[in-house]
């Protein structure tokens, strides 16, 4: 039998659950947030979301505010409480190796699983390599008192941070990977609200759905790469990447999203994702078929190192001493994530070569300082700038996109600025003074 309105549990309220388990319970189910790390349940019952999320603590707060959402670090009490579970840990890359770390997923599972007496589905969100879902299926079964009552499924999450909540709400397509029909009743009730309003609905086997997120999220990845890999065709060649890139988009089967030219893609997710895919095609014989996903990395890798060179050719050929703005660390704007971030990367090297760098973003300060201590972070735009000899915008902010060229090029020793998200006015900069350089453009234009 299917509960036609199941209580759910989100077990792990990282990004991905702390997100999802407030969504749920927006959409009207009884909701019971679990997670090992007592301080993050505390801060989530207190109404504080630990991580920045525009418009996710208000909807935390309102969620706690309705009387169907807790959290808690027992998993007896999760056991007992959820008829559907969501299982959304996080799979990192594992330390010295391309794979996913599946430690979390694996002891997740495996907690609820051997507390589990009654008839529940658990529910797989977490990116993971292809055929995990099938094994961890075998293992539950085996663990639980409730034997064959305990079915898996998988539904991969395709949220981005920045936007989490109204993704999640209003989702482009559900994937659901089954391996019986009661699951997929069970799933269509707890996804009823989403569902109702003709969202898209793939229903799939287990492979298919864990496959579905990975070759998205190569998909994008590539998309980002092939556009950055004509920038460099473009450095060649004296033409204009931004113009290519505004003509290619207008064919609809190209379509101008993720086409966006620039210092690359960054984050926790299309990185290790596509480093954990081609790790799983090779074990699994077909490695050949994604090898092209290793040229995407090192297109992407190159655009960092490209503009460490913008920053020393506009120096006058040595970085040593040099004193540069570094303007954002996060990895996309509206995000405080630094995970892999393409911007912290390069203040980095720069740091490496000798430059004196001032790195400043909005939020993501705190956990940049956290990655490398080393490095100095100012706590404004100006105190960044303040007499530097470059610039150099590496995360498109609207702070840096809205800053005026007249009043930045008062405070620096000298008017130089390296664009590497193509997020500001050439003209209007040239026009205040300063030498403009960005990615994929001749240097003049
Ligand atoms: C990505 C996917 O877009 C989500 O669909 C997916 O659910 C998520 O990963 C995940 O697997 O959890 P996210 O990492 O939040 O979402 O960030 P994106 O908005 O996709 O941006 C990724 C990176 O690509 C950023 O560093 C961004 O600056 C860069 N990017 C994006 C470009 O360089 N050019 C573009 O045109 C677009």
């Not at 081609?278 to 490209?306: C, K, M, P, S, Y």
């Amino acid at each position: 039998p299917v509960v036609e309105h199941p209580r759910i549990t989100v077990i792990g309220t990282g990004y991905l659950g702390a997100t999802h388990a407030v969504c749920m319970t927006a959409l009207g189910f009884d909701v019971l947030g679990v997670d090992v790390d007592a301080a993050k349940v505390a801060a989530l019952s207190a109404g504080t979301v630990p991580f920045f999320e525009p418009g996710l603590p208000e909807k935390l707060r309102e969620a706690l505010d309705s009387g169907r959402l807790r959290f808690t670090t027992d998993f007896d009490e999760a056991a007992r409480f959820g008829d559907v579970h969501f299982v959304c840990v996080g799979t990192p890359q594992a330390p010295g190796s391309n794979a996913a770390d599946l430690r979390f997923v694996e002891a997740a599972f495996a907690e609820l699983a051997a507390r589990i007496d009654r008839r529940a589905l658990l529910v797989g969100k977490s990116t993971v390599p292809i055929g995990t879902a099938a094994r961890i299926a075998d293992e539950v079964r085996t663990l639980s008192p409730a034997g064959d009552d305990l079915e898996l499924a998988w539904n991969p999450e395709f949220l981005r941070e920045g936007f989490a909540v109204e993704d999640t709400l209003h989702p482009d397509r559900l994937v659901f990977g089954v391996t019986s029909d009661w699951a997929e009743a069970q799933l269509r009730a707890a996804f009823r609200p989403i569902l109702d309003r003709d969202t898209p609905l793939v229903v799939a086997d287990l492979a298919t759905a864990e496959l579905v997120k990975v070759a998205a999220n190569s998909f994008l990845a590539t998309k980002i790469s092939y556009i950055n890999a004509m920038a460099e065709v473009c450095e060649a060649t004296g033409a204009d990447v931004t113009v290519l890139a505004t003509a290619l988009g207008y064919d609809d089967r190209i379509g101008a999203r993720f086409l966006k030219p620039g210092l690359g893609f960054g984050g926790g997710c299309l990185p290790k994702d596509i480093r954990a895919f081609t790790h799983r095609a090779a074990e699994l014989g077909v490695g050949q078929a994604v090898a092209f996903l290793e040229e995407v990395d090192a297109i992407n890798i190159r655009r960092r190192i490209r503009t460490v060179d913008l920053v020393r050719e506009l120096a006058g050929g040595s970085l040593a001493g040099v004193r540069v703005a570094a303007l954002g660390a996060a990895f996309k704007p509206n995000s405080d994530d630094v995970r892999d971030a393409p911007a912290l990367d390069v203040a980095r090297m720069l740091y490496l070569e000798g430059a004196s760098v001032t790195v400043y973003d909005p939020e993501a300060t705190q956990n940049a300082h956290r990655v490398y201590p080393d490095l100095d972070f100012a706590s404004s735009l100006g105190q960044a700038v303040a007499s530097a000899e470059v610039v150099a915008l590496l995360t498109e902010w609207d702070e840096f996109r809205s800053a005026d060229p007249t009043t930045l090029g008062e405070l620096v020793a000298r008017r130089r600025i390296v664009d590497g998200r193509h997020a500001l006015d050439a003209d209007r900069y040239r026009a205040a003074g300063w030498e403009y350089r960005a990615l994929g453009l001749p240097s003049g234009a």
